[in-house]
């Protein structure tokens, strides 16, 4: 693969899922805070990489000249490429993780 198609591969929503879910991982062992997190926090953590990773990889892309610098071509399939990676793995895991917090019952 060269550099050209790996940074093109970015852009699709299952191998950006694949890397979110590789760099989720390594955070989970590296920062210790995120499993503190409540699941709320977790999940925008999860968004933003989703988001960001093709993004990021947009950039590159037209930096190197892969893209063009328009919102239309390069910024929006990219964008959508992360809300798609992250409406997946939302799916695939919905059911492990809590819908609320839980509220403490009144001792009354």
Known sequence: MTWQE???S???PEIVSGAVGVIESYLVEWWPKYQKLVARSKRLVFLGISVVLPVGFAVVGAAFGYYDWTWV???WPAVRCG???FAAGT?????KLP?????????F
């Open 10 to 12: 970015m852009m699709v």
């Open 91 to 95: 799916v695939a895991h919905a059911r």
């Open 6 to 8: 790996f940074v093109k």
């Open 99 to 107: 819908a609320e917090e839980p509220v403490p019952e009144k001792p």
């Open 83 to 85: 809300v798609i990676a």
């Open 73 to 75: 071509n390069t910024f």
